[in-house]
Antibody, heavy 116, light 112 residues
Framework: VQLVESGGGLVQPGKSLKLSCSASGFTFSSYGMHWIRQAPGKGLDWVAYISSSSGTVYADAVKGRFTISRDNAKNTLYLQLNSLKSEDTAIYYC???????????WGQGTLVTVSS | DVVLTQTPVSLSVTLGDQASISCRSSQSLEYSDGYTYLEWYLQKPGQSPQLLIYEVSNRFSGVPDRFIGSGSGTDFTLKISRVEPEDLGVYYCFQATHDPLTFGSGTKLEIK
């Protein structure tokens, strides 16, 4: 299993960014996927989840601003980040749980910096 | 949302001593299926988190039996007996019972 995030960078407050997570080594379409972030020097913060059937759940801090989506044909998970705030600055990880289990696989993360 | 309150924030332990971390939930973490989806992760410096304990007290494969998870309902504890140098890092509890899922704020374990 391999998860590779991309799309991070420096962005101004109020702007948008789209993150990608390329998955391989498993049947991507069969699994729910998560985004988790970690601000520099801070703790882990669960962000969003998308099920294999594309049902979604969001943390309150990002609801209405972030959108999680997937393209099973491309084995890719996305996170659209809109109306970015300085407090969204973090490394964003995609992760997969084992069914009814735990976070078994993590990507290496992509850094999003929100600053003017 | 479920809030997981971890204490202490940091812990300085002598090698060979015991460490204990508390994770208190704002709601019961027992799911309707009878299981309690409370996990413990260790994040070592510069690494992704690694699973230690799932469903409150089940040690993940390869995790030493020095790591013991316990608790029920809203109160959970991770005990590390005979702390070793490789145990340093930040410990997080995590709940997957209620949406949205949530992590505790973390406990940093340092070696004296």
């Amino acid at each position: 299993v391999q998860l590779v995030e991309s799309g991070g960078g420096l962005v101004q407050p109020g702007k948008s960014l789209k993150l990608s997570c390329s998955a391989s080594g498993f049947t991507f379409s069969s699994y729910g996927m998560h985004w988790i972030r970690q601000a520099p020097g801070k703790g882990l913060d669960w962000v969003a989840y998308i099920s294999s059937s594309s049902g979604t759940v969001y943390a309150d801090a990002v609801k209405g601003r972030f959108t999680i989506s997937r393209d099973n044909a491309k084995n890719t998970l996305y996170l659209q980040l809109n109306s970015l705030k300085s407090e969204d600055t973090a490394i964003y990880y995609c992760a997969r749980r084992v069914p009814w289990g735990w976070f078994a696989y993590w990507g290496q993360g992509t850094l999003v910096t929100v600053s003017s | 949302d479920v809030v997981l309150t971890q204490t202490p924030v940091s812990l300085s332990v002598t090698l060979g001593d015991q460490a204990s971390i508390s994770c208190r939930s704002s709601q019961s973490l027992e799911y309707s299926d009878g299981y309690t989806y409370l996990e413990w992760y260790l994040q070592k410096p510069g690494q992704s988190p690694q699973l230690l304990i799932y469903e409150v007290s089940n040690r993940f494969s390869g995790v030493p039996d020095r790591f013991i998870g316990s608790g029920s309902g809203t109160d959970f504890t991770l005990k590390i007996s005979r702390v070793e140098p490789e145990d340093l890092g930040v410990y997080y509890c995590f709940q997957a019972t209620h949406d949205p899922l949530t992590f505790g704020s973390g406990t940093k374990l340092e070696i004296k």
